[in-house]
């Protein structure tokens, strides 16, 4: 099927991996549509490899981005036996070849060292993180009767989301003592078959990508602020989903605090907290008007965008 695929369009990319008895071990691919969305949205990119539906037992591991829309882009997917360095290895190199040696920004994959090993190799400038929903799922796995109990629970989530710096998150911790795709598969479901089941979760994806565009090309956001300078600019630039975010982040600016702490230079800080919250939450931002550039100690543009 790969190789009638390519045959019928040369934009078409794959690669197989045979062992020494000449059998398929791995084997990776991508059609045209998913180059063009990578070299769009290929900045972020998700890479699981927790799903085996098969009846070969072999690991599905997908490349998964994530579009204007804030919905789910597929880069490219991948059979491979294990999970070991060389073979991981090998899939990122035909990935890296297969998106014209386009690196990522970051990826973010479930905790494992062969992993982190392979992407350092394959991706040395690219920032590698763990993936929020495989550090709650570790909850389950890891902390035995903890899981239960509430109060742990709730620390547990401070951690993950609400610790602004460091120090902070170590004394939560210390006090506290895919997933992506789903595939409708099962452990009888032969590779053909899953090749298939796969080309209709593309398809649907790229549908409600299509529609989400014609969407925002025919129809204009609702604001409960007038639509005048900033919101208009926003109308303009932003889908009708990161509209609504955007707008969100809009209400919260109105009821910050924002005051000059220091100057340096160029260089201006900036201490900014919502007015009824306590002194700890505070956020510094430093501006560079030579470079047009601003950092915040809660790195939360970095985390979300």
């Not at 509430?150 to 710096?165: A, E, H, S, V």
Request: one cysteine or more.
């Amino acid at each position: 099927m790969l190789i009638q695929r390519g045959e019928e369009d040369p934009t078409f990319f794959y690669r197989v991996k045979l062992n020494e008895e000449n059998q398929v071990i791995s084997m990776y691919w991508r059609d045209k549509m998913m180059r063009e969305d990578y070299d769009v949205y290929g900045d972020v990119c998700v890479f699981d490899t927790t799903f085996r539906t098969n009846k070969y037992n072999l690991v599905c591991a997908p490349f998964v981005g994530v579009n204007n829309h804030w919905s789910n882009v597929m880069f490219g997917c991948a059979f491979i036996a294990d999970e070991k360095t060389n073979t991981l290895v090998w899939l990122l190199e035909a990935f890296l070849e297969s998106m014209g040696e386009k690196e990522h920004i970051t990826i973010f994959t479930d905790q494992d060292q062969a992993m982190a090993n392979a992407i350092e190799q394959v991706f040395p400038n690219t920032r590698h993180r763990l993936c929020l929903w495989h550090l709650q799922n570790n909850v389950v796995s890891r902390f035995g009767d903890l899981k239960a109990d509430n109060t742990f629970k709730d620390t547990f989530k401070k951690c993950l989301y609400r610790c602004y710096n460091e120090k902070e998150f170590e004394t939560t911790w210390s006090e506290s003592t895919n997933n992506a795709i789903g595939f409708k598969g099962n452990k009888s479901t032969s590779l053909t078959e899953f090749f298939n089941i796969f080309g209709e979760t593309v398809d649907r994806w790229m549908y409600q990508e299509d529609q989400n565009e014609y969407d925002c090309g025919n129809s204009f956001p609702k604001s409960g602020f007038p639509m005048v300078g900033m919101i208009k600019h926003a109308e303009n630039v932003y889908t009708l989903t990161l509209f609504r975010d955007f707008e969100k982040e809009f209400k919260y600016a109105m009821v910050c605090i924002s005051n000059v702490y220091y100057i340096n230079g160029n260089f201006f800080g900036y201490k900014v907290q919502l007015e009824s919250w306590p002194e700890h939450t505070a956020k510094y931002v430093a501006f560079d008007p030579t470079t047009n550039s601003i950092k915040c100690t809660c790195r939360n543009f970095e985390e979300s965008g």
